[in-house]
């Protein structure tokens, strides 16, 4: 075990974040913190970077354990290079370079057993630690973040605040701290970089504990999920999608066990009535209620699940043909890309690329906030949009949330306004709140509130995921899968993207090439290039019939068992006999985890084995 909190409590003022909390970092775990915004994610982080400290609790870590933080990642002298600041992070290896370079020395000069098994000692030591590879290391970590191999010869002061932020994380990357500590990593990345990322962080050979909203980077990279709720963490061995059905799960059991006990209670309290005045029961009656008052009674599970319910619908049908767009160059003082776009009625179609490659431009370009360099777009018959601007800058600040929706719909009188933002969780006082004091959260659901109202046929989009917590990005893909109308969307979540899009632009490299594939099938088949999104045509591709029957047969028995093992564990943590005894319940978790892993392994190969079938 690297690091522990034992029954950690964080509070700020009389609000308390965190309760009694047990947080472990084992090995080389890859831990995911997550929770509703607010419930304490980052603080958690804060207090293992040693920036915040506990108000109860204890804190155990290995001695000499180096931990990794991007808020504690600063540039001493920001008048250095970027290179001589990046090359710090190699100074133990440097360090070890100069010693091998003497036993070097002193080995030719006296090849003595002792001088021969130093250096082996030596060297074995330098590769580990990256010595013949740290250059390239950077290179690639470096190039990976957008910067280009000349930028390393310009001084940090001469890079914008974003552009320092990302030095301070390939400084961090670098350093290669024992516990490397990430709070939403993938924010402001393209999705190149994101994949890259996850495959570096997966190959990190020691411990990351991260935070972030991006699912499938949290499906892909993490094996344990910590979650913070109301105040209570709780651990769930595998990743995201493993949590949400292990936490679906846990509460129905403990449901389940909660109205079983609360019958039972209700049984005892009434063979107490019918028997306490009774002479010849009133021992029997007793010692019923000496059972009541001994009872370790189950809570009355819950769980934060409340969001945002919205319906998208258009006012219109709209034309067949929404938009079309004819040799389109878009961007600033020069060229990004040229654009030839044909969307159908009832299309969704996200847009992606790398950062800075004219994206954002388009849907700019489309609203008509800045002018084509030249070519045109036409929209179709009765064509109304709904924009979501990623900036957010649509808003009067002074304004309260009621005046800001009043103020585009006049025509809506006090209770439909309410309603409409009753929709998106603003209830209460809540309405009277300025703009300026909303968080980034807030001023995306306030756009959604705006969006729902005018009931556009065309929703064209803007990374609209910023901002919002796990639940929010999943109660805003059920609203949009439910919208009859057409989209056009930006956006770096391939989680979102994979659940909504039915065709892909990407712009990269100056061209906009269109792809009439889902993005599943854009990441993993040969992608066809069309002109017109009325002639996608998919061929299925045939199936190999290769007889997997047994195999599979016997495997669906085995996972069968394995998850009845699984879920009898499970059982157990709602047993007294464990949830009041650390150690007992440690050695339960250690169990769930083995057999969890052993169910995984199991899956993995019928789903290899039904693959080969079909």
Known sequence: M??????????????????????????????AIVGRNGCGKTTLLKVIADIEHLDKGE?????????GYLAQTTFSNENALVEDELEHAFDKVK?????????????????????????????????EMGGYTYHSELMTIFTKFGFQEEDLKRSIATFSGGQKTRLAFVKLLLSKPDVLLLD???????????????????????????????????????????????????????NYTNYVNAKKSDLEQQKSAYVRQQKEIQRM??????????????????????????????????SDEKTFKARFTPNVRGGKRVLEVKDLTIGYDHPLCTVNLEVMQGQKVAIIGPNGKGKSTLMKTLMQQIPPLSGGFLLGHQIEIGYFDQELAQFDTTN?????????FPDLNRTEIRTALGCFLFSGDDVFKTVD??????????????LMLSHPNLLMMDEPTNHLDLIGKEALEDSLNEYEGT???VSHDRYFISKLATAILVIDDGKATYYPLTYNEYMHKEPIQVVSAKEVKVEEKPKRQINYGKEISKLEKKIEVKEKELEDLRELRFDPEYYHDVKKMDALDAQIDDVHNEIEHLMEQWEEYSELMG
């Open 59 to 67: 804190i155990h870590a290995e001695s000499a354990l180096t931990i």
């Open 184 to 238: 939403e990593p993938t924010n402001h990345l393209d999705i190149d970089t994101i994949e890259w990322l996850e495959g570096y962080v997966k190959r990190y050979p020691k411990a990351v504990v991260l935070v972030s909203h991006d699912r499938m980077f949290l499906d892909d990279v993490v094996d344990v999920v910590y979650e913070i709720e109301y105040g209570v963490m709780r651990r769930y061995p595998g």
């Open 400 to 408: 309260t949330v009621i005046e800001e929706v009043w103020k585009d």
């Open 487 to 489: 989209m056009l969307f």
């Open 437 to 450: 004091c909303l968080s980034g959260g807030e001023k995306v659901r306030l756009s959604f509130v705006k």
């Open 269 to 302: 309290e009434e063979l107490i009535e019918k028997f306490r005045y009774k002479k010849n029961k009133a021992a029997f009656a007793q010692s019923k209620i000496k059972y009541l008052d001994r009872m370790d009674r189950i809570e009355d599970p819950k």
């Open 95 to 127: 360090e070890l370079g100069k010693q091998l370079e003497l036993a070097t020395t002193q080995m030719s000069e006296d090849p003595s057993e002792e001088n021969m098994n130093r250096f082996a000692n030596l060297q074995q030591r330098f590769e």
């Open 2 to 31: 690297k690091y522990q909190i034992h029954k950690g409590t964080k509070q700020f003022g009389a609000d308390v974040i965190f309760e009694d909390i047990q947080f472990e970092i084992r090995n080389t775990e890859k831990i």
